[in-house]
């Protein structure tokens, strides 16, 4: 079995809204992927229909080689979006309830949950209700909660929603040492950075279709090296009066020009040389944000 997961022309409609538009894509065992669009592009229903809080119109998912079957959830760990945790519950308490729900003893989960609490700062809230954390202890506990069973399959919905910087690095270097550990993990989320540092393979869909898919390197590669990262001093109106630049977007710290079609990225360097001090000039690939706004982009013209 090479594949954990593989969506077959899934559709979803309410009423006669299209949620989700015959997406087809297939997850590798042990890879880690990502599924991109904009807001109401239809990535949650269709994380929902992968586990079968809602069922497909049409077409047919496959988990771990078989067509789903509510068995199988035993073997998936699963964050939402939305927080579903018992405000009135002491947190560890409700580790223990859910992973007991996944088939863990009282013994063992109590362990594992203090084990986790531990390492993601929790320790000294296990006792408190979820009530009397802040949003981002919260986020840490609902991941926690997905995967205290220790599933063969992570779909994480915005995992990194509410966390600040150094705790999303916690959570990335979790989520890598479980790829190590032949876990398949699934995850939607709208930041660009972390997709481009964790995943293998991606799925951008807009309106419910798919518009881009397959391996993150291949992707980046097939836009070519047709961007300039730019560190100047001085002024930089000669990137806007000239015929070279496609547009480029300005950071403060540095500027990412996207050169014309053909356009010979030797003469911007003359030009910038010529009009301010350069400190860096690097042609580099296109960002993932910045082909997620141009695929996107022309999907919604």
């Known amino acids: ?14 009423d ?5 538009d015959h997406l087809s894509f297939q997850i590798r065992r042990g890879s880690v992927y990502g599924l991109l669009g904009p807001n109401g592009a239809g990535k949650t229903s269709s994380l929902r229909m992968m586990i079968g809080i809602t069922l497909p119109d049409s077409g047919e998912v496959r988990i771990f080689g078989e067509k789903f079957r509510r068995q ?14 018992y405000r009135k519950m002491k947190l560890l308490d409700q580790l223990v309830f859910l992973a007991e729900l996944k088939g863990v003893s009282a013994r063992d989960a109590a362990h594992r949950a203090a084990s986790w609490c531990g390492r993601l700062q929790l320790g000294d809230w296990m006792h408190k209700k979820v009530e009397e954390l802040s949003k981002g202890m919260q986020q840490k ?41 032949g876990k398949t993990i699934l995850f939607s989320t709208h930041r660009m950075d972390q997709v481009e540092r964790l995943c293998d393979s991606i799925c951008l869909i807009n309106h419910g279709k ?51 079609p053909g356009a010979d990225p030797q003469e911007l360097l003359r030009l910038a040389a010529s009009r301010a001090r350069v400190n860096k000039f690097e042609l580099v690939e296109p960002s993932l ?13």
């Open 16 to 20: 006669h809204f299209v949620a989700v």
């Open 141 to 181: 506990v609902q991941f926690i909660a997905a995967i205290l069973h220790d599933p063969d399959l992570l779909i994480l919905d915005e995992p990194f929603a509410g966390l600040d910087p150094a705790n999303a690095v916690v959570l990335k270097d979790v989520l890598l040492e479980q790829k190590k550990a």
């Open 72 to 85: 199988l959830l035993m073997r998936i760990g699963y964050l939402p979006e939305e927080r579903g945790l």
């Open 289 to 301: 944000e910045e082909i997620f706004i141009d695929v996107v982009g022309a999907g919604n013209a």
């Open 210 to 260: 798919a518009v881009l898919e397959g391996e993150l390197k291949q992707i980046k590669a097939k836009y070519g090296k047709n961007n300039v990262q730019l560190e100047y001093e001085g002024d930089g109106n000669f990137l806007d009066e000239s015929p070279l630049v496609e547009r480029c977007n300005n950071y403060g710290n540095y500027v990412e020009v996207r050169l014309k």
């Open 1 to 14: 079995m090479n594949h954990t997961l593989e969506l077959e022309n899934i559709s979803k409609s309410y």
